[in-house]
């Protein structure tokens, strides 16, 4: 079983930033990959950012070049930095683990964008 709680979310004006981390309750080491999914209003949860064990990422078109996905195993967590945020970043941001094919997820944490 694994625990994910995610922080770090908030309001904040258009071009600014936020960094969410997520903190595992056991060693993420060895998770095949770790990756922050969104959901706004009235739309489907979407993939936001992933990281593998080996450090590969991988970015939805729409926030390549403003977010940024790491990982620190030694801290069991893992962040999202966020620049140049836009309304429509604003939702439920979550954090997902995938642990020998077995997908937990946290409880979610709120990002909300003014124009």
């Known amino acids: 079983q694994v625990q994910l709680v995610e922080s770090g979310g908030g309001l904040v004006q258009a071009g600014g930033s936020l960094r969410l981390s997520c903190v595992a309750s056991?060693?993420?080491?060895?998770?095949?990959?770790m990756g922050w999914y969104r959901q706004a209003p009235g739309k489907q949860r979407e993939l936001v950012a992933s990281?593998?064990?080996?450090?590969?990422?991988n970015y939805a078109d729409s926030v390549k070049g403003r977010f940024s996905i790491s990982r620190d195993n030694a801290k069991n967590t893992v962040y999202l930095q966020m620049n140049s945020l836009k309304p429509e970043d604003t939702a439920i941001y979550y954090c997902?683990?995938?642990?020998?094919?077995?997908?937990?997820w946290g409880q979610g944490t709120q990002v909300t964008v003014s124009s």
């Open positions: 997902n683990a995938d642990y020998y094919a077995n997908y937990y």
């Open positions: 056991r060693s993420i080491f060895r998770f095949n990959a």
């Open positions: 990281i593998t064990s080996g450090g590969s990422t």
